[in-house]
């Protein structure tokens, strides 16, 4: 039988996040390839301080790439534990029924930490998976895909958080302490906070989640949820403070119930920004999408303290002027790996 693959090329990347403090990595080693039958079988090593993390494959063949989400893959991929003698196996005839004969063909397994902890604010962050879902409400959905996986804050930053950066806080629930989340902040205001953390830290990747970003997360990961965590308004109260339950005020980040991607008061507490101008969403498939980049309105996700349930689901928009400032609206940060 003539082999399904010709001249494999391996090429192994380890991706790692560097900031003038810490090196937070997780390491792929000793990749070998080989044909079993009508399969590929590659072998791998998980190499990290972290328990798990989040591994992802490509390939490309002839300048085409194709993600794990594209290809017949079983094994270790997704959320992996740290180890060795991991294994996938790729159904080539399953994505190429006529086999593969490319002369140059190439792997690239990518592993990144699930969490990841600022050192400068101390703000844990998860890892995100890459996913396609229906986002906006039932009967007026369009289909989304997020293309890369990406870091979310698991909690709305805190007045302690923003007080450690920008040394004052400006927040209206001051007295709440330093786990509440910061208030009173403009859309400007945060993007100062955003460059001068990144500043800190020598880089470019904290920024506010897009729009599809945040409620693709809010949602799980895409499911059809909701709330965050819930899409039952009988518990509802477990997993955000609201009207019903938050005595008209914020409370300390990370005391109710989280989704399952960890992260809490993605409903409730307070609204958040997002980076996207607001604007009518496209009616069709689209990747990464971003809102409008110019005009006087950013949108805002999540409810607060003060809103009924009804206006903290997962689905639901809001928005404000950028220069606006409020007590019901905070934000949390994203990461780009």
């Not at 997780?26 to 591994?55: F, P, R, S």
């Not at 805190?158 to 786990?179: E, V, Y």
């Not at 309105?297 to 809001?318: E, K």
């Amino acid at each position: 039988m003539e082999p399904l693959v010709k001249k494999l090329r391996i090429l192994l990347t380890a991706w790692f996040f560097l900031t003038t403090f810490n090196l937070y990595a997780a390491e792929v080693k000793n990749v070998i390839c080989k044909q079993v039958g009508n399969q590929v079988q590659l072998t791998y090593d998980l190499i990290g301080d972290e328990a798990d993390a989040e591994v992802d494959v490509m390939l490309t063949i002839q300048g085409k790439s194709y993600k794990t989400s594209d290809l017949h893959l079983k094994g270790d991929f997704g959320k992996v534990l740290t180890g060795k003698g991991k294994i996938l196996w790729w159904n080539v005839l399953q994505d190429f029924p006529r086999g593969v004969y490319a002369a140059n063909m190439a792997w690239r397994i990518v592993a990144w930490e699930r969490v990841f902890t600022s050192p400068t604010l101390g703000a844990k962050f998860v890892l995100i998976p890459a996913g396609t879902f229906l986002m906006g409400k039932s009967g007026n959905q369009h289909q989304v895909t997020i293309s890369q996986a990406f870091y979310m804050q698991t909690t709305e930053l805190t007045q302690g958080q923003w007080k450690r950066l920008m040394g004052s806080n400006p927040s209206h629930f001051s007295s709440c302490g330093d786990d509440c989340p910061v208030e009173m902040v403009s859309w400007h205001d945060v993007q100062d906070f955003i460059r001068k953390l990144n500043r800190q830290e020598g880089t470019d990747k904290y920024r506010l989640p897009t729009e599809a970003e945040w409620e693709y997360a809010a949602r799980s990961g895409g499911r059809q949820e909701e709330y965050a965590g819930t899409s039952s308004e009988s518990n509802f109260g477990d997993y955000a403070w609201y009207f019903a339950n938050s005595d008209s005020k914020t409370h300390s980040v990370g005391q109710k119930r989280p989704n399952a991607l960890e992260l809490y008061d993605m409903s409730g507490n307070v609204w958040e920004w997002v980076q996207d101008g607001y604007g009518n969403y496209p009616s069709n498939h689209v990747t990464d999408p971003a809102g409008p980049s110019s005009g006087s309105r950013a949108v805002n996700r999540g409810g607060s303290w003060g809103n009924f349930a009804q206006l903290c689901r997962t689905a639901f928009r809001s928005s404000y002027t950028l220069s606006s400032r409020s007590a019901y609206l905070g934000f949390r940060l994203a990461r780009t790996p």
